[in-house]
């Protein structure tokens, strides 16, 4: 009998856990493009097909399900990002890898654009738990392409006197602010400019022989 | 009679317009930091200390108030960006200039960020009115910026194998994304890593000799 309830309650609790699954993920292309602010309770009940209370059933508001979206939607653009990255072999070939990627890699991932720079801009004035998440999102973005860096210094393809983060936060903003460019004027050519422009850059950052 | 009335009816012009550009004035920072889906019209009655009826006998709706708000802050910042930039002598150095204003000169922005990135960002999946107004903001901006290089370009200061409009992008783009960042983590030192990336980058454009 025990056992018999104790299946049943898992049951119920995977279907449940599907179920939350499946409204983050209806959630978050409303999130990634509209915003925290322009996703109305009525937009998320429209999408997910649920009532306010079986919404409230799985999330206890607005804010828990957008962060949930957030990570989502994250996780999404950050495999596409790094997908083969770490099979190409070197330093400067592997961070140019992550450049394609970022230019030409959109098959799998949430309408909308990034959702860091959308979350950053949106929170950067207020929600500190949606900015939060945001700057663990850089963070992490930073500190991997930072290592790819320290890797590429530490074999000697990489000049000493590169400063990692700096780098990496170059590239990101540089990649970063072409989205921006791109999704306002409905054109890829700022990507393909940033991708030519951060090319030539890493191409200077060999030590002089 | 007729000059009396008229004397009047002007006199009611000049009070409307200065209220009208007082409503737009104290709504222009709560659109920069808040967003136009995230500032509300109990918001704007605040800010304003009007009542409904009252913005609404000035802007007959919230998207016509929010394009005067738009381009008020873009007209503040855009100010800050250029201050002095067409003295200084050679091209090279004007961009530095224009670089150096975005990172330091804040003093007279509207609180909330660079309004291109924070319209573009809220805009690029909907609200056409707002887009349009971001991306002819971008486009005077990259306008500006390409017509210093093509200048140096035709003084010999500038290799003529240099793109000036992809050039102006990278430059935006750069500090676009390095705000991005630096707002997020409330540290300048990503806009001084751009500006050390980009001035780096302008100092390897002069012809080959």
Redesign the interface.
């Given at each position: 009998m025990k056992s018999e309830r104790k299946t049943r309650s898992n049951a119920l609790g995977q279907k449940g856990r599907q179920t939350r699954q499946e409204i983050v993920r209806r959630a978050a292309p409303l999130f990634n493009?509209?915003?925290?602010?322009?996703t109305s309770m009525s937009d998320l009940m429209q999408a997910t097909g649920l009532q306010k209370g079986g919404l409230y059933r799985h999330f206890p508001s607005k804010q828990s399900l957008a962060q949930e979206a957030f990570d989502y939607t994250w996780e999404k653009a950050v495999s596409e990002r790094l997908d083969g990255v770490d099979k190409v072999p070197g330093s400067i070939p592997r961070l140019k890898a992550m450049i394609d990627n970022f230019v030409e890699k959109r098959a799998h991932l949430v309408?909308?654009?990034c959702p860091l720079?959308?979350t950053?801009?949106?929170s950067?004035?207020?929600n500190p738990t949606l900015?939060a998440r945001?700057?663990k999102a850089?963070a992490a973005w930073t500190s991997r392409l930072s290592t790819i860096v320290s890797e590429g210094i530490k074999s000697g393809e990489i000049a000493p006197s590169v400063n990692p983060a700096?780098l990496a936060?170059?590239v990101?903003?540089?990649?970063?602010?072409?989205l921006?460019?791109s999704?306002?004027?409905q054109s890829e050519?700022?990507l393909h400019?940033?991708r030519?422009?951060l090319s030539a850059?890493l191409d200077?950052l060999t030590p002089h022989r």
């Open positions: 493009r509209q915003g925290f602010a322009g309408p909308g654009g720079l959308n950053a801009i949106e950067d004035d207020g900015r945001a700057r850089l700096e936060d170059t990101v903003a540089t990649l970063e602010g072409a921006m460019i999704r306002l004027r050519a700022s400019t940033a030519k422009h850059t200077t």
